[in-house]
C-alpha cells in the first residue's frame, strides 16, 4: 500500500516536471524564433481615432444609464437562454408540475428585478 502511496507522488513530481520542461522550451522557442525588435516609425504610440489626430484631453464622462441598460438586455438575455430550452422540452413526458414551479420561480426573480428597476425610473431615457 506504501508503495500505491509514494507512486502517486512520483506521478506527481513526473508531471510537475514534464509541466516544467513544456514551459522553458516554449519560452525558449519563442525566444529563439521571434523577430528581432522592429524600429517603431513615429506616431506608432500615438493614439488612432478613425484617421484624424486625436483632439483633446483623455478624459471622456460615460453616462452609467448606458452600461445599466447593457445589463439589463444582458439580464434578459440569460433569461432567454435558460427559457427557450425549457420551453422546447416541457410537454415531453417527466416533466410535470415541479418543472413549473421551478421556471415560474425562476420567472418571478427576474420580474421583481425588473419590476425594481422600474420603480427606480431606470428604464427611463432622460
Request: net charge positive; aromatic share 16%; glycine share 10%.
Amino acid at each position: 500500500m506504501s508503495g500505491s502511496y509514494l507512486g502517486s507522488y512520483a506521478t506527481l513530481g513526473l508531471l510537475l516536471l514534464a509541466g516544467a520542461v513544456v514551459f522553458v522550451a516554449a519560452f525558449s522557442a519563442n525566444r529563439l524564433l521571434r523577430p528581432g525588435a522592429p524600429a517603431n516609425p513615429p506616431g506608432k504610440t500615438q493614439s488612432y481615432e478613425c484617421g484624424l489626430d486625436p483632439v483633446g484631453g483623455d478624459w471622456a464622462q460615460a453616462q452609467i444609464r448606458y452600461y445599466v441598460y447593457a445589463f439589463l438586455y444582458v439580464l434578459f438575455a440569460v433569461e432567454a437562454v435558460f427559457l427557450f430550452p425549457w420551453a422546447v422540452i416541457f410537454d415531453r413526458p417527466g416533466f410535470g408540475a415541479a418543472t413549473v414551479v421551478e421556471m415560474a420561480i425562476f420567472v418571478a426573480v427576474l420580474a421583481l428585478g425588473i419590476l425594481y428597476a422600474w420603480r427606480k425610473r431606470t428604464l427611463h431615457w432622460t
